[in-house]
């Protein structure tokens, strides 16, 4: 695990971590275990749950997690790992085709967006979070 994302989730699981290491005083003297955590990808997430688990607190009884992707090892950790499921494949094709335009306009076109749709894959990891 990265030491900032150790450092990060210890200042939450642990205030006394960060008053000792140079934590923001504010996260550390009202923090408690926060409800969930939502990692930015399920590798963040994976991190979490790791580190998680070494402070003995269970998933989702303690803390909701979940993750952002919907990789496959979301589906072999324990607890499985809720997450978004995004349009890999399309997003892929979408950045293709808005390059492929940029590249035939031969000149500055105005930015634009796609909107791809995701879905929410719920698993053990936020069980809790959803029966309360």
């Not at 008053?19 to 923090?31: D, F, L, M, Y």
């Not at 402070?55 to 909701?64: A, E, K, M």
């Not at 698993?123 to 809790?128: A, G, I, Q, Y």
Request: net charge negative; charged share 20%.
């Amino acid at each position: 695990m990265q030491p900032a994302l150790r450092c990060q989730l210890a200042c939450l699981l642990r205030p006394e971590y960060s008053q000792r290491h140079g934590g923001h005083p504010t996260v550390a003297g009202s923090c408690h275990s926060p409800d969930a955590i939502f990692g930015v990808n399920d590798t963040t997430a994976f991190a979490a749950m790791k580190e998680i688990k070494r402070q003995h607190l269970r998933i989702p009884q303690d803390i909701g997690l979940i993750g952002f992707t919907d990789e496959f090892h979301a589906t072999v950790v324990e607890p499985t790992l809720t997450s978004v499921m995004h349009p890999t494949f399309e997003m892929g094709r979408e950045a293709a085709l808005l390059f492929l335009a940029q590249v035939e306009a031969k000149a500055a076109t105005a930015p634009s967006q796609s909107v791809l749709t995701t879905q929410l894959v719920v698993r053990e990891s936020s069980t809790k979070i959803l029966v309360e």
